[in-house]
């Protein structure tokens, strides 16, 4: 699975989830990407982000949230929870 599969734009930078389970943070200022961040095993299907939180859903079933307190990089993993069908 791979490609981009989701993106989120806030003006200053965009976050895309790939097929490859990486989050990727773009500095649309400069048109480079600054981080990429190991999120899921499989493929993150969405995401969203504010000032302070990130949050990806996979295709392996898994909801993460990470926190950040510098405008780069997102990091440290907060949970991980399992979507029950």
Same mark, same amino acid.
């Given at each position: 699975m791979e490609g981009v599969w989701c993106l989120k734009y806030d003006g200053l930078r965009m976050l895309s989830g790939g097929g490859d389970g990486n989050v990727k943070v773009w500095d649309m200022r400069e048109m480079w990407c600054v981080?990429?961040?190991?999120?899921?095993? %499989?493929?993150?299907?969405?995401? &969203?982000? &504010?000032?302070?939180?990130?949050?990806?859903? %996979?295709? &392996?079933?898994?909801?993460? %949230?990470?926190?950040?307190?510098? /405008?780069? /990089?997102?990091?440290?993993?907060?949970?991980?929870?399992?979507?029950l069908y």
């Open positions: 981080n990429t961040l190991k999120a899921h095993t %499989g493929a993150i299907t969405c995401l &969203d982000f &504010d000032r302070h939180y990130l949050v990806t859903g %996979g295709y &392996d079933q898994l909801l993460r %949230g990470i926190a950040r307190t510098n /405008p780069f /990089p997102f990091y440290c993993l907060l949970n991980s929870l399992s979507i």
